[in-house]
Structure formats: C-alpha cells, structure tokens
C-alpha cells in the first residue's frame, strides 16, 4: 500500500494516519478526515484534460483546507505557465480566472480561513506578488466569495442564509464580470441539463429558464476593482 511505503520513508503508519486528521473528536463530530496528496493526485488524474483547462470549474463541496482545491490550483497555473508565459500580462490575468473557477464548501471555519491562506500563497508565490498588490488583494476578494463557510447538505450558511456563488468571467482587455447564483438554484439547473440531455457546466443554461437568473450581475471590473469590491 501507498501508506505503507510513506510510513518507511517518513516514519510509522501510526504518524501517517495522524497527519490525515486534527483530532478524534473531530472525526467523532463531523467525520473530518483529510486526503492524502498522493490519493488526491491519482483522483485528479482521472480527469487530467478538465484540471488542466483554465476555465474548467471545480466545486468541493467539503473543501477543508483544500487538499483538492490546492492542486487543482497548482494543475491549473501550471497550464498558464505554458501557454501564456510570453505575456505578463496574459499570465496574470489568466492565473486570476484560474482562481476564479475553483469553488469550496467547508463547514467548519478554521478550516476555510486555511484553504483561502493555502490557495492564496500558491497563487502569489506563482505570480512573485507582494501582499499588498492588486492581484494579490483580487485574489484574496475572490477566495472570500469562492470559499463558502456553510453546509454543502442543507444549502445553507451557519446564519441560516443560502449559499452564494459568484460566476465569474474573462471578458478580455483585463476585464472581469461577476453574476450571483444561488448554489440550490446551480444544482436545480444540473438537473435541469441532464434531464435535456445537455452536457452543461457548473453555470451554463442561465437563459433556459427564469429560476435560472442570476441575483445580481455586476459589470465588467478591473483586477484593481475586484481588489477594493465588497463582499
């Protein structure tokens, strides 16, 4: 077994497990039990051609802090790098949509603030961003949008409101458009796809029907916008 060769190289099998939870209790609690990268990586391999598309939407719907969402990131970026390493500008501007089409659900809270943390060094680490840049700040505006502290089974946040995602847009020239979607209604609209028999995305068919449209649709933003935009 893959644990077993871990264990030799890295110490016991007993210090393996432990790595892959915080606490017994909370395990106990909420059945917290984090995955291994190697396991998370022979998963994403499975759809290698999807991880590897820039504008390819990902949602984990128990994201804790980020095991899946953090490599997804990394497949991704690694796609910019080989496409648009020639442009800065294309580069940092298509890392950004990258960001943007990775979506979590986590309901505990520690574990959110960590996945935004973990997702938004790699993404500045990549890019040699300061703390206080526009992309650096853009980034970590769409990770609080992105990464939802809630319930992925009752659609709902700890204050009993719905979950929210934003869709978000490359429209070109440093340009982004965000619309707000219920997550019930996203998955009202799956259902409505595979119904039709349509091969749709995460938040393709808005014009399908009305119970499709988006809350609120903003217009086009600047990275230097999305930065000073509020929640």
Not at 127 to 141: E, I, V, Y
Request: glycine residues 6%; charged residues 30%; proline residues 3%.
């Amino acid at each position: 077994m893959r644990v077993e060769q871990d264990a030799a190289v890295g110490g016991s099998a007993a210090k393996v497990v432990e790595a892959l939870v915080k606490s017994k209790q909370r395990v106990a609690d909420h059945g917290e039990v984090f995955t291994p990268e190697w396991l998370v990586n022979d998963m994403l391999d499975l759809v290698r051609d999807e991880t590897e598309r820039i504008d390819a939407r990902f949602l984990e719907p128990a994201c804790g802090s980020g095991n899946f969402l953090v490599q997804v990131l990394a497949r991704k970026l690694a796609a910019v790098e080989r496409r648009y390493s020639k442009s800065e500008f294309d580069k940092r501007h298509q890392a950004l949509h990258g960001l943007m089409c990775i979506y979590g659900i986590e309901l505990l809270e520690d574990n959110i603030a960590e996945c935004r943390a973990n997702m938004l060094e790699i993404f500045a680490a990549y890019l040699g961003l300061s703390t206080d840049s526009d992309f650096c700040r853009a980034a970590g505006r769409v990770l609080e949008v992105n990464i939802v502290h809630a319930d992925a089974l009752t659609m709902r946040t700890p204050g009993g409101r719905p979950i929210v995602f934003a869709e978000w847009a490359y429209r070109g020239r440093g340009r982004f458009q965000r619309r707000d979607f219920r997550f019930e209604s996203m998955t009202q609209r799956a259902a409505f796809s595979v119904s039709s028999g349509a091969a749709d995305s995460l938040f393709a068919g808005a014009a399908k029907h009305e119970i499709f449209s988006p809350m609120r649709e903003f217009k086009p933003m600047t990275v230097k916008e999305i930065a000073e935009m509020e929640r």
